[in-house]
């Protein structure tokens, strides 16, 4: 990791930045990523398959996939304070009893775990049908070795966790190099990359138009515009 870069691989970060923040939604929010899932057919068709959200944050995409039908969406993160927090935010979201006596009471749709990506052996084996990855694994990247050491133990523990063979794993990225299926390495023998897909990102007219430090706006009739952003969805399979 380059010295002075923000440290998007420690939980020490993570832990404070979620103390001062409510919500935020990295890359692509549902009302872009849900339509992408759909078109490319990648969402389960039965309401009842089991959805993972790796490295969940506060992000609303638990919500976005029960309100779109999902009846089993588990979500991890290494932190722990965050994980309550979305357990408690999101059963009142959903009105979910939570009074374990409630005759009503049964798993809720919407779990919550305490749980490292890189470790992930509390979870059965081949349980879930897609995972779901928005920039968990370019936070990860931040920190690794130059054999890509912790990307390939998260290839491995989301190869263990999804159904085999067949089973998805989506990761929406900054970077249009993240593969997974080297021929040495990484992904070797548990995955196929079958797609990936460039989606720009829609920039606010704020971030079009250029201010500079001192808060004054470009000179009339010359809007300055910032470069086109693009988001990188892949598409992975399980051998």
């Known amino acids: 990791m380059v010295s002075g870069a923000t440290p998007f691989d420690k939980q020490e970060y993570w832990s404070q930045r979620f103390d001062r923040e409510a919500s935020f939604e990295w890359l692509m929010p549902w009302t872009v990523l849900g339509p992408h899932l759909l078109a490319l057919d990648l969402l389960p068709r039965d309401p009842s398959a089991r959805i993972l959200n790796l490295g969940c944050g506060n992000s609303d995409l638990p919500l976005d996939l029960y309100r779109a039908g999902y009846q089993h969406v588990t979500s991890v993160d290494f932190v722990g304070s965050v994980v309550n927090r ?50 968990t694994s370019d936070a990860i990247s931040c920190g690794d070795d130059d054999e890509c050491t912790k990307l390939k133990t998260l290839c491995e523990q989301v ?54 430090n001192a808060g004054t706006q470009p000179e009339a009739g010359h809007t300055v515009h910032a470069p ?11 051998l």
């Not at 939570?98 to 919550?112: I, M, V």
């Not at 086109?228 to 399980?238: A, G, K």
């Open 159 to 212: 190869a263990r966790v999804v159904v085999q063979p067949g089973g998805l794993w989506c990761v929406i990225s900054y970077s249009r190099f993240r593969q997974y299926e080297w021929t040495e390495g990484l992904g070797q023998g548990l995955w196929r990359t079958e797609r990936i897909e460039e989606v720009k990102v829609e920039q606010t007219r704020q971030q079009q138009q250029r201010i500079d």
């Open 86 to 135: 979305m357990r408690e935010r999101c059963e009142r979201a959903i009105g979910w009893p939570s009074s374990p006596s409630s005759p009503s009471a049964r798993e809720c749709p919407l779990q919550f775990l305490e749980m490292d990506c890189l470790d992930m052996s509390a979870l059965p084996q081949g349980s879930f049908q897609l995972c779901v990855d928005k920039s």
């Open 228 to 238: 086109d952003v693009f988001m990188y969805l892949y598409i992975n399979r399980r």
